[in-house]
């Protein structure tokens, strides 16, 4: 990814990157990948439009629970105000009949929870489930890195949960998807997704994303799409007299009133995609007034972004330790208040609330509504309708592959069931009490043993349900709403792309000479010339092939 | 007497060697020395399972390599991940850096140990030996990531360092994003980290040193540094040789994660080594066979200077890594 503060894919949380990735790659749209028929390589790229999967996609049935307060506007989430007082059972029976383990890969951006045995909320949940799981959890900084390894050995577990961002980064994942994970078409399809009411309830559009080599290959996990939001503390805003920017020039302004080095204060951690944003740069492709696809980095607003980032470095603002290592962690510096700015994932919020709650009642995190550079219209980068999938392994027999799609209908009960609550929460008067508001609030043994494990095996329809942090709910919700309005076209809009692997390999060296503009180590000039690059080793192949993708499907 | 026994022993090696043709000396022998074959047979299979067999998977570097086709279902594409290899320039920009890297270290990292060694033998109090012994081992077992983040809070833009001279007015430097001083920095980490580690195997070498020997000098009139120059260095030589030609064969492996943390501090110019090239081309976006071949290159040079360092050592009278006679 690119971006000073290391874009902060490789520290996202889970509900922060759903369908965001890939859009705002160097290598531009990287949705991940669908073919048509074969299993062949994707070293050439592929794409499958989301209106021809008719066929194989489940029907969708409603699920019949709690409705929200706040609706979901544009296509934003809606959002829940109140924890209901009483909580639905939506899996009356267990899921796995065999008992037999399941095993499960997931990703998780915290301390790890203690394991399978010595862990109260996985007996809670797998005595629902029927049989134990048993997850190996790796840390979701690293998770990319381990899959590619993982998939190549072809060692895989019952479920594997794969993040987009993740698979945008691998090449023939298509193949991949053909020879380790079961087809769940038959499965699934059409009115055969009754059978698992629960995964009835998730969208259409995010099933689409779940297709790979017309077969459906993943249960897909629901998104809104927003890959950023610039956060800043509001508790320190307040302090020090400042206002959220409306245009890049405040913003530049903030960044001196903010940065304090003798107060190990700086004002920005890793900003860089929401700076794009806010200059009008698309979040893959766009097409010029005679048609031809421009990448986002050749754009003349990506020069000026670039340009800008680069003076926020020069002028000091970036806390020195982003400056020193572009994935810095950036969580603690910010909620230790040593930088007051920074891009993240939606996920962050709650997740920092969470942390810090009991720690520093001042601690206010909010989200600058989204602005354009010169005070205009703004744009806000849209995702896919699903960032995350869980694979089901290949050849484990027809009982079996139920049982665990059985699992998979556990996970995606929505807010209000009482699967939810378990997986999100664990027990009630165990790992969690109920606040007067009904929100729950864990105990220290729920704050030890809880973790997003069962969360990330499946989706569940996007909500916005943390009510109990005064305010978020409606924030969140009115951020969401208003940043839906924004949305910039996608002109790939319903269509599933691979992109070609040269095109892959050239992130890495783009994003490394951007790195070294930021830093003042290559002048801005050079900015033309490494465009000038990527264009030549493999974007310029890139664009044929995305036109080509985009001319097949009539646009 | 001792050179009569010598000189026989031989011949009656080679009496029993000429014997060996024959079928029930072999089966003699099979007899006589089964209990040493049967130790070292778990070894011999761990080798061949272990080292010598994925070997053979170094053909992936001549292929257009899917995992999930198999070395059998992928298409061999000759050398075309070699020749993709040598026409990247970043390719060619992370050997040099490995090379500078390598050649600077071996400059100003070798010699640390054998100083450290010499000095720390030269102390007679065993107490304060073993002390400063074990205060300069312990950083070798902490992990890159904590040695990067030590010198990060020591002297990086948030360090100690640079807060000290902000906070008494000073302009702050940053010593940890500096691309023209990477090297000093990655030759200071490695010293900090390994020297005092890299020490043991010299103190072992100055342990089989003759005390005679000194003594017989110091009574002939040879000061300290004379018998540093005429019994410790020549006592320590063998080995030396014979680390310095090991070094050499790892010339093109100068770490991975010292570099990795720091890429991004100071840029892919300055930190990218073929180590991390072979990670960010071929492993992390999945093309294996494009990280096989510089993996392939990296063993072949390595292979080579190997070879080289042990003749040339032998040109001079040293027994090097190994002999043929």
């Known amino acids: ?555 | 007497m001792t050179t009569v026994g010598s000189s026989l022993r031989p011949k009656a090696s080679r009496a029993r060697g000429s014997a060996k043709a024959g079928g029930a000396s072999w089966r003699h022998r099979l007899r006589r020395d089964w209990p040493l074959l049967a130790m070292v047979a778990p070894v011999i299979v761990l080798l061949g399972v272990f080292h010598y067999f994925p070997t053979l998977g170094n053909v992936i570097a001549f292929q257009d390599y899917s995992p999930y086709a198999g070395i059998r279902g992928s298409d061999f594409i000759g050398f075309a991940n070699f020749e993709r290899m040598f026409s990247e320039p970043a390719f060619w920009s992370a050997l040099l850096n490995t090379l500078a890297i390598t050649a600077f270290q071996l400059v100003f990292y070798f010699p640390v140990p054998i100083f450290l060694a010499l000095l720390l033998n030269s102390v007679l109090s065993v107490r304060l030996r073993t002390l400063v012994q074990g205060v300069v081992y312990l950083p070798h077992f902490f992990s890159w990531v904590l040695v990067v983040s030590l010198f990060q809070q020591m002297i990086g833009g948030a360090g100690l360092l640079a807060q000290t001279l902000r906070s008494n007015g000073y302009q702050a430097v940053d010593l940890m994003t500096k691309p023209d001083s990477f090297i000093l920095l990655v030759t200071a980490q490695s010293i900090w980290k390994d020297a005092g580690w890299g020490m043991i195997v010299f103190l072992a070498a100055l342990s089989t040193i003759n005390p005679a020997l000194y003594e017989a000098a110091a009574a002939d009139g040879a000061n300290r540094w004379r018998r540093l120059w005429h019994i410790t260095l020549p006592g320590l030589r063998p080995v030396i040789v014979l680390l310095l030609i090991l070094r050499l064969g790892d010339a093109l492996t100068v770490g991975f994660e010292q570099f990795i943390l720091q890429r991004s501090a100071v840029g892919g110019g300055a930190a990218e080594v073929l180590d991390t090239y072979v990670y960010y081309q071929g492993l992390l976006v999945g093309d294996f066979g494009y990280g096989a071949a510089a993996g392939l290159f990296k063993g072949v040079v390595g292979l080579v200077l190997v070879l080289l360092a042990n003749r040339f050592a032998h040109l001079v009278g040293e027994q090097g890594v190994y002999s043929r006679s």
């Open chain 1, 1 to 555: 990814m690119i971006g000073p503060g290391g874009g902060s894919t490789n520290r996202r949380t889970f509900l922060s990157l759903l369908g965001a990735g890939a859009a705002v790659t160097a290598g531009g749209v990287t949705l991940s990948g669908c073919s048509s028929g074969d299993s062949g390589s994707s070293v050439n790229g592929r794409a499958e439009t989301e209106d021809k999967l008719g066929g194989l996609l489940p029907k969708y049935i409603a699920y019949d629970g709690v409705k929200p307060d706040l609706p979901g506007e544009n296509g934003g989430a809606p959002g829940f105000t109140k924890y209901p007082a009483t909580l639905q059972r939506a899996v009356p029976d267990k899921p796995v009949k065999s008992g037999k383990e399941v095993t499960a890969m997931t990703p998780l951006w915290a301390p790890l929870p203690p394991g399978l045995g010595s862990n109260t909320y996985f007996d809670a949940n797998n005595e629902r489930i029927g049989a134990p799981v048993r997850f190996n959890i790796l840390s979701g900084n690293d998770y990319g890195d381990k899959l590619g390894p993982l998939l190549a050995s072809g060692n895989v577990p019952d479920l594997l949960c794969v993040p987009g961002w993740n698979i945008s980064g691998l090449t023939r994942f298509g193949q991949a998807a053909d020879k380790l994970f079961e087809d769940l078409t038959p499965y699934l399809a059409g009115d055969k997704v009754a059978a698992y009411p629960l995964l009835a309830n998730l969208p259409t559009r995010a099933w689409a994303y779940g297709v790979w080599n017309s077969q459906l290959k993943a249960v897909p996990f629901p998104s809104t799409g927003f890959p950023w939001a610039l956060f800043y503390r509001k508790d320190i805003f307040d302090q020090v007299g400042a206002a959220p920017p409306k245009t890049a020039d405040e913003l530049l302004a903030l960044g001196k009133q903010l940065t304090d080095a003798r107060a190990n204060r700086w004002a920005f951690g890793g900003i860089t995609d929401e700076i794009q944003r806010a200059f009008g740069v698309p979040s893959g492709w766009r097409k010029d007034s005679s048609g031809k696809l421009v990448h986002k980095v050749e754009t003349p607003e990506f020069e000026e972004a670039i340009a800008f980032v680069r003076k926020v470095f020069q002028n000091g603002y970036v806390h020195p330790t982003v400056v020193g290592n572009k994935a810095t962690d950036e969580k603690p510096l910010f909620e230790g208040g040593q930088l007051v700015i920074r891009q993240d994932g939606l996920g962050a919020w709650p997740e920092s609330l969470q942390r810090q709650s009991s720690i520093n009642p001042k601690f206010d995190m909010q989200p600058i509504a989204p602005f354009a550079h010169d005070g205009g219209t703004p744009i806000t980068w849209g995702g896919d309708p699903a960032g995350i999938f869980t694979f089901v392994k290949k050849g484990l027999g027809k009982d079996r592959i139920a049982e665990l799609l059985g699992v998979l209908n556990y996970t995606a009960a929505p807010f209000g069931t009482e699967e939810n609550q378990l997986y999100s929460y664990g027990v009630e008067g165990k790992h969690y009490t109920r606040q007067s508001s009904g929100a729950p609030k864990l105990t220290a043994l729920g704050q030890k043993e809880v973790a997003t494990t069962y969360t990330f095996l499946g989706g569940r329809p996007e909500a916005i349900t943390q009510s109990e942090y005064p305010g978020y709910v409606e924030a969140m919700n009115a951020w969401g709403n208003n940043a839906a309005k924004l949305r910039e076209p996608n002109l790939f809009e319903g269509i599933r792309v691979e992109q070609p692997s040269k095109m892959a390999a050239l992130a890495q060296p783009f994003d490394d000479k951007l790195q070294d503009i930021y830093r003042g180590r290559r002048p801005v000039s050079e900015l033309k010339v490494a465009v000038k690059e990527w264009q030549t080793n493999g974007g310029n192949e890139g664009r044929d092939f995305y036109a080509k993708v985009l001319s097949d499907n009539g646009r």
